[in-house]
């Protein structure tokens, strides 16, 4: 890093820059800790990106503070000295954002080792997604918090084009069908609103002891289905659960989840029957991400986790993300129907 650029973002919070620790990770941002008054926090320097300006950023974090002024567990930003979320360093190499938050205590939740998952885990991590939705629904009116792109006007996963050389090929024409499965869903403050959209296990930190959860990096946050956000977490840990009983763990996990969840905010059992859609959407769009960068001399790494079993002719075949009955997985929560 820079020492200008890092004394001058260091300065923006009353900071002196050796009073910033490096800190691992932050593969697009360089990320520094520093400790306040017995707190420790993150400082972030994020390089310039044409998609990531200073009012998309401060978008951003308007949500997240108003999330964290609600009780939602998140890594909530702290203002700058001059009262601002996102502070701007002008170099000759560009604008610098500079921003900094609350430290989430724990460990990175992709990190916690499987012997250690537990439904403490699954209930905490559903709880949590479910306060989010909550403050969304109850923000559904207040523009200024509402600053974020519809989810098929930016770049996530639901949403991402399919490269030229997958056009016209089944994998296309499965991910368009489940684009027109979703397309006539009711948007309203009930089902629909600010989302996460990336809240998978390498966005959350967890404390194993209390099954604390802490989520981070919203900057893929825009307003969607609340389900999109279950699809995610129903996705991800699919991927890297390690035993051959996928479907009886699925089911087991997506009702602790939902339990955590509904603790928080309704959920009516039309959206649990709805998730099959979202999963296959979400499936199309990582294997479109991913499948061009995977070397298949890994076997160990996430994408390789996800590529296995014939993942490509499975989408192809239009075989399910995982078989579960999802209408069944309702009714036991006792969802109405």
Not at 171 to 191: G, I, M, S
């Amino acid at each position: 890093m820079n020492a200008q650029l890092l004394t001058l973002a260091a300065a923006r919070y009353g900071l002196a820059p050796e009073q910033l620790r490096p800190l691992r990770g932050g593969n697009f941002a360089a990320t520094y800790g520093f400790t306040q008054e017995g707190m420790d926090y993150v400082l972030k320097i994020s390089p310039p990106d044409p998609e990531l300006d200073a009012e998309t950023m401060d978008a951003i974090w308007a949500w997240v503070h108003l999330l964290d002024a609600r009780g939602a567990s998140v890594a909530g930003p702290i203002p700058s000295t001059a009262h601002n979320l996102v502070e701007t360093v002008d170099t000759e190499t560009g604008l610098y954002l500079v921003t900094a938050l609350k430290r989430a205590p724990g460990i990175l939740a992709e990190e916690l080792p499987y012997d250690q998952w537990s439904d403490a885990l699954f209930h905490a991590w559903g709880r949590t997604a479910g306060k989010m939705h909550a403050v969304a629904q109850a923000c559904a009116a207040d523009p200024a918090a509402l600053r974020r792109p519809e989810w098929d006007r930016c770049g996530n996963y639901f949403n991402d084009p399919l490269p030229e050389a997958l056009t016209g090929t089944p994998v296309a024409e499965q991910r368009t069908l489940a684009r027109a499965r979703l397309a006539p869903l009711p948007r309203n403050p009930e089902n629909y609103g600010m989302i996460h959209m990336d809240f998978h296990a390498a966005n959350f930190f967890v404390e194993p002891e209390t099954a604390t959860v802490t989520v981070f990096d919203f900057d893929d946050c825009c307003r969607g289905w609340y389900v999109m956000d279950i699809a995610m977490a129903l996705f991800d840990v699919l991927v890297v659960y390690p035993q051959e009983d996928r479907r009886t763990f699925a089911g087991h996990f997506l009702q602790q989840y939902l339990a955590g969840y509904g603790s928080e905010k309704p959920l009516d059992a039309f959206w649990i029957a709805q998730l099959p859609h979202f999963l296959k959407l979400l499936e199309t769009g990582v294997y479109a991400e991913v499948y061009p960068y995977h070397d298949p001399a890994d076997t160990t790494s996430w994408v390789s986790k996800f590529l296995a079993d014939d993942r490509k002719g499975r989408i192809e075949r239009g075989v399910p993300y995982v078989d579960l009955d999802f209408v069944e997985v309702a009714r036991s929560l006792g969802a109405s129907m």
